[in-house]
């Protein structure tokens, strides 16, 4: 079965340009999560989704958001960037996402600089 | 909202030696606790987990231990290999009605020394 594929691994962009990643989960599953990796913060929850709805938003400013389609592929968008934004984004997938009863698996990031 | 402490930062340790690593979380109603390793330029690979009514799991080389009293929970690592070289990063998730992000530790980078 395949894993969780992230698309781009690398994006180079400038300050106030936006930029949108993509994830596409594992088949079957149905919950896509996003987490910015940073040195300093380390691993931060952004948003999950379910069957194309936001059930869950960690504390990151509007200028992240994110949408899921009807087939669990999700896409994250960042505008206005700041430099701020250079991370490393990961997108994680479950079969429902049910805290306690689930696994989630990682994609292998997209790399994101802005300069 | 939870936060998750875990200890050491970097451990090096002799190749065939045990090795430790310990996290402390604040939320009593977390309820699963994962445990994630991570290569470099790869995502967080998940290892092994325990879920809350369990007190110990174990899975070849590798256990977890989880004590629910005091909020923390350890990742033990026997018969250590150079191919354990790699970050380590321990999570809890809190399950209030639909999923709630998993919050994570800030990682341990364990150096295995040949």
């Known amino acids: 079965k395949a894993g969780v594929t992230q698309t781009p691994r690398y994006l180079i962009k400038t300050r106030g340009q936006q930029v949108t990643l993509s994830c596409s989960p594992i088949?079957?599953?149905?919950?896509v999560s996003w987490y910015q990796q940073t040195p300093g913060q380390g691993l931060q929850f952004l948003f999950e989704?379910?069957?194309?709805?936001?059930?869950n938003k960690g504390n990151f400013p509007g200028r992240f958001s994110g949408r899921q389609f009807s087939n669990s592929r999700s896409e994250m968008n960042v505008s206005t960037l700041e430099l701020g934004d250079s991370a490393l984004y990961l997108c994680?997938?479950?079969?429902?996402?049910?805290?306690?009863?689930?696994?989630?698996?990682f994609g292998p990031g997209t790399r994101l600089t802005v300069l | 909202g939870e936060n998750v402490e875990q200890h050491p930062s970097t451990l090096s340790v002799q190749e065939g030696d045990s090795a430790v690593i310990k996290c402390t979380y604040s939320?009593?109603?977390?309820?699963?606790f994962p445990w994630y390793k991570q290569e470099l330029g790869k995502g967080p690979q998940l290892i092994i987990d325990?879920?809350?009514?369990?007190g110990e799991k174990k899975d070849q080389r590798i256990a977890v231990t989880l004590n629910k009293t005091a909020k923390h929970f350890s990742l033990h690592i026997t018969e250590t290999q150079p191919e354990d070289s790699a970050v380590y990063f321990c999570?809890?998730?809190?399950?209030?009605?639909?999923?709630?992000?998993?919050?994570f530790g800030k990682g341990t980078h364990l150096i295995i020394q040949p």
């Open positions: 999570a809890a998730l809190t399950s209030r009605g639909g999923a709630d992000g998993l919050t």
């Open positions: 939320d009593s109603a977390s309820n699963y």
């Open positions: 989704y379910f069957s194309e709805t936001q059930r």
């Open positions: 088949s079957g599953h149905r919950s």
């Open positions: 325990i879920r809350s009514n369990v």
């Open positions: 994680a997938s479950s079969r429902t996402g049910t805290g306690g009863t689930d696994t989630q698996y």
